[in-house]
C-alpha cells in the first residue's frame, strides 16, 4: 500500500502553492516580532501578563475589603431600601441578615494596607499590589459571569481576553501557544472551554490548556509506533492538502489549522521540558509548595512562571471551588491556603527574577459574595454578588501598595471610583500597549471590541 505521508516533501509542500506556510496567520507572523506595541500609541509596561481567577466567586468582605460596620450591625436585617428590586442566585428571604466576617484583618507592609488573616503570606507582598475595591459587573450567574469577565459580553461565541491578546500581538515564542489554560481546585462548577475560546477570532488564538500531571498537552504526543519523521510526513501532507484547498476557497481558518497544526509538532519538542517542574531546584519548589506529578495551585503557578520566562503572553490559572453558599468558613479557609503561599512566592519569584516589571499579574473571580449570610449557624454561606467586589494588580504598569475605590459601608455597592469589567479589561490592554478602541475585528457587518462601545482605562493604578 502506498505511504501518502512519505510521497510528500517539505520541500513539495513550501512549493505547491503560492501560500507560504512560513507567513499564515497573525499569531504566526507575530510569534518571531517582537517590536510592539502594534495597536496603540502608549509604550507598553507589561509584555505578558498572568490571571489567577478564582472561579466561583471569593468573599471580598472576607479576604481583601475589611467591613467595621458589617461587623458591629452582625445578625441585623440588612435594610430594604439596600436591596431593592435585587434578585439574588439562592438567597430568598426579603431582608436577609447581616454577616460580618470571621476573620480578623491587619495592616500589611509599608503601605498599611488591610488585608484579612485568610491571606497572610499575600499580605507580605501587599506593597508590590493594588487593591480594587470596587470592581462591578452585570450578572450574578456563574456562566454568565464568567463569559463576561472573560470576553466582555455574556453570550458564548466571543473571543477571551488572551485570544484577544493573541490575535493583537502575538506570542514571543514560536513554539509555544500565546495563550496557556492552566486549572485546578474542586469540581463545583464546570470549566467551559468557551471561556478561554478564540470565538470569531481564527482558530488558532484559542487557549491551549497544560497539565502539570500526565501528558502535558492532551492529543500532541505521536501515537504509539509513530516516529517523529513520520509525524513530520503526516502533518507536512495535512498541511499540502489545507494549502491547497486555500487556493480554491480562500476561508482563512484553513491557515490557521495550519498553523496549528506546525505548532502543536513543534510542541513536542518545547513542551515536555518547559513541564518538568522536577527540574526547578527544591529552594523554588519549596517557596510554592510544588510537588511535581501532581495537580494544584502551586505547580500552576510555578508553571506560569516557566510559560512566562519563555515568552507565552497570556496565561491564565483557573481555581476552582469558591463558590460557598454553604459552609464558607471551612471552604474559604481551605481554598485560601492553597493559594496564599504559590501566589506571594510567584510574585517574589517574578521579582527576583526581573520579570515583575513586565509581567501583568491579576486575581480575582466573576464575582464576589453577599455582605448577607446564606442560610445560619455555623454552616453559612454567601451568596453571589457583582454589585461590587474586590480585585487587585500587581506588576507591569501597576503602581505598589496602593488601594483603588471603595464599596459602600455594608460592603453592598461599589461607591468611590468604580471600576467595571469593560473597565478592567481596558486597563489590561493599556499595560501591554494596546489601545482597546483600536483592537477590533471586522465580523458580521460590524467591528467588535473586547470592551464592546464602552471601558475606560482606569489611569490612577498605574505606575
Avoid at 447581616?98 to 495592616?107: A, I, P, R, T, V
Avoid at 489549522?257 to 513542551?271: G, K, P, T
Avoid at 515568552?311 to 479557609?333: E, M, N
Amino acid at each position: 500500500m502506498m505511504n501518502w505521508a512519505q510521497d510528500i516533501t517539505r520541500r513539495k509542500l513550501l512549493t505547491a502553492s503560492p501560500l507560504s506556510i512560513g507567513s499564515l496567520g497573525l499569531g504566526s507572523l507575530l510569534g518571531s516580532n517582537e517590536s510592539f506595541p502594534l495597536i496603540g500609541g502608549t509604550a507598553p509596561k507589561a509584555k505578558r501578563v498572568i490571571y489567577l481567577f478564582m472561579s466561583g466567586g471569593p468573599s471580598h468582605v472576607d479576604t481583601f475589603d475589611p467591613k467595621p460596620l458589617l461587623n458591629k450591625r452582625d445578625g441585623e436585617k440588612m435594610p430594604a431600601e439596600i436591596i431593592k428590586n435585587h434578585e439574588f442566585a439562592m438567597i430568598k428571604e426579603s431582608q436577609p441578615l447581616l454577616k460580618g466576617s470571621d476573620w480578623n484583618f491587619n495592616q500589611k507592609g509599608k503601605s498599611g494596607i488591610e488585608v484579612s488573616e485568610l491571606f497572610p503570606e499575600v499580605g507580605e507582598v501587599i506593597d508590590n499590589i493594588t487593591v480594587i475595591r470596587s470592581v462591578y459587573s452585570d450578572t450574578f450567574n456563574h456562566d454568565p459571569a464568567v463569559m463576561f469577565m472573560n470576553t466582555g459580553s455574556v453570550r458564548f461565541g466571543r473571543p477571551s481576553l488572551g485570544a484577544w491578546l493573541s490575535y493583537g500581538i502575538g506570542s514571543e515564542n514560536k513554539d509555544l501557544p500565546a495563550f496557556v489554560v492552566l486549572a485546578s481546585g474542586k469540581n463545583r462548577q464546570p470549566l467551559l472551554d468557551s471561556y478561554w475560546g478564540s470565538g470569531f477570532l481564527p482558530a488558532e488564538h484559542q487557549g491551549v490548556q497544560f497539565r502539570t500531571k500526565g501528558d502535558p498537552v492532551l492529543f500532541v504526543k505521536n501515537p504509539d509506533g509513530v516516529s517523529r519523521e513520520e509525524r513530520r510526513r503526516q502533518v507536512d501532507l495535512i498541511n499540502w492538502m489545507n494549502a491547497k484547498r486555500f487556493d480554491v476557497v480562500g476561508d482563512s481558518e484553513i491557515n490557521a489549522r495550519i498553523s496549528q497544526y506546525e505548532l502543536a509538532f513543534r510542541m513536542q519538542m518545547s513542551v515536555p521540558e518547559l513541564t518538568d517542574l522536577s527540574r526547578e531546584p527544591e529552594y523554588i519548589k519549596d517557596s510554592y509548595g510544588s510537588e511535581p506529578n501532581t495537580v494544584s495551585f502551586a505547580n500552576n503557578c510555578l508553571l506560569a512562571r516557566r510559560l512566562a520566562e519563555r515568552g507565552v503572553r497570556f496565561i491564565q490559572l483557573y481555581d476552582k471551588g469558591w463558590d460557598s453558599h454553604g459552609q464558607i468558613v471551612s471552604d474559604h479557609t481551605e481554598r485560601c491556603k492553597s493559594v496564599d503561599k504559590p501566589i506571594a512566592a510567584l510574585l517574589k519569584d517574578l521579582k527576583q527574577r526581573g520579570m515583575l516589571d513586565d509581567t501583568l499579574v491579576i486575581w480575582g473571580g466573576e464575582f464576589g459574595r453577599t455582605p448577607m449570610s446564606q442560610g445560619s449557624g455555623k454552616g453559612y454561606g454567601r451568596d453571589h454578588h457583582p454589585h461590587g467586589f474586590s480585585m487587585w494588580m500587581a506588576g507591569g504598569g501597576i503602581r505598589g501598595g496602593h488601594v483603588h475605590g471603595a464599596t459602600d459601608d455594608f460592603g453592598y455597592f461599589a461607591s468611590e471610583d468604580r471600576v467595571h469589567v469593560h473597565d478592567l479589561n481596558a486597563t489590561i490592554l493599556y499595560c501591554l500597549g494596546i489601545e482597546h478602541e483600536r483592537l477590533t475585528f471586522h465580523h458580521q457587518g460590524r467591528d467588535f471590541k473586547l470592551t464592546d462601545e464602552f471601558g475606560k482605562v482606569v489611569k490612577n493604578i498605574l505606575s
